[in-house]
């Protein structure tokens, strides 16, 4: 699938809940759960992705032109997103990673956990992500 | 519970009436910021509308009108926290600045090489670096007294570290993230004994203790307004006369002076040496309204309410505990004496995720490490989750935060 079909079928997985928050983030929390565990080494402060109140843990993996993710967070919801995010991105070339416009935090009603880059994690994850994209592509 | 009509106070809160997430709003982040009742909304906009003139110079009639408005919240202040003179109190921006004020002025004058300050373990970011910042400037030590586990002072060591090198203690009246009350007044006995003076740092004391400076001889005390129904963008520095007359000027420019020429300036008195610049009119003018508003129901009622509210948070969480059989919540702070804020962690979750699922059921609570990271790596934690009630929370309110703590865990 597509990065934008993988955003769409997000966003219908998410409408089930229409605007029942509390569940939204039940459910983000049970995705987190199911994100493969991150090869204990690779957890390392070299891979962090800083915020202030969440921490996040990304491992890129580039293989026969496509990148792969591992990837972990401190925090039950944001590992939910991030796991998202991996979902969307793994398997995919750094080109369609660096061309992908990431609509479905806003149509999921996630947009306040990319609104501030010091509160979250997520953020910072989702450049970080490019930025390995970006770096392929250029070589 | 205390005898006050919770409706009508309520009602005076235009903003508690909405739905946030498709729930009644639960605000308990009350530490942080406090919301405010219509006079004071109403001050602001009135002053705006009818009164706005530059204060202490014009000769027209509005600018007359707002000198006296504006000198009347200083009388106002003079009298919440009982100081001998209204000129004892200046506006600053807020508590942070009135700390600034302190160590730029009092501290660049009367502080040597090898001196010493005294802090606590558990004082806010703001009352630990602008003394570290004076004190590597002037070679002289920073001392910190350590804290027991339940959040209160080790007043021995307190009593170890005071010595005739001693010249200041810093300290916090009610802590945010713990809540407990230090006992300034034997703290400022003490520094006294050895001619130390004390600056108490009374954030969070506010409309939840009651402050009288002169029977508890406070050598220096910073209010927020915002903390205490008023807006945000006002502090009070309060001093006594002959601390401030001996203090150099803090920052310079207008107001703050009496007569200038490219030789020399001459300074203004006390208030106005430390109120350079136009200072926050119409903030200063609607602050009044909120030191009347905490005046008119009384401190008393005030604190009874919010003391309810807290144990009813407490023994809610013992409950819980007890149904769970197991101390799956730990109370951050357990002190005797306290304001109604109690921190608490989850075992085995995040702070950020149980303030993300409050937030989903329309409560407003603060996570973090509340500016205290020194507390809380006392503590061995990253940060907590901190309910902090006012005087327009309900029973029910808190028992709502309950079940949805219970909720939380047994996801």
Redesign the interface.
Known sequence: MTSIELQNEIIDDFSLFE????S???YL?DLGKKLPDMNTAHKSDEFIVKG???KVWLYPIYNEGKLYFEADS?????KGLVSLLVRIWNGKTPKEILDTELYFIEKIGMSRMIGSQRSNGFTSMIKQMKMYAFALVKE | MSSINLQNIRNLFPILHQEV??FPLIYLDNAATTQKPLQVIEALQSYYKFDNANIHRGAHTLADRSTGMFEATRKAVQQFIHAAEAEECIFTKGVTESINLVAQTWCKKFINKGDEIIITHMEHHSNIVPWQLICEEKEAILKVIPIHTNGTLDMEVFYQLLSDQTKLISCVWASNALGTINPIEEIIRAAHAKNAIVFIDGAQAGSHIEIDVQRLDIDFLALSSHKLYGPTGVGVLYGKRKLLEAMPPYQSGGEMIREVSFEKTTFNDIPFKFEAGTPNIADVIAFKFALDFVNELGKTKIIAHEHALLNQFVSGVKSLNSSFGSDEIELIGTAEEKVAVQSFVIHN?????IG??L???GIAVR??HHCTQPLMNFYNIE?TVRASFAIYNTIEEVDALVEAIKKIIK?
């Open positions: 605007d029942d928050l509390e939204k983030l039940f929390m202030c109140q969440s401190n925090t039950e919801i944001t | 997430n498709n979750k995040h702070h950020f995720d993300l699922m937030d989903a059921r996570t973090g940060g996801k």
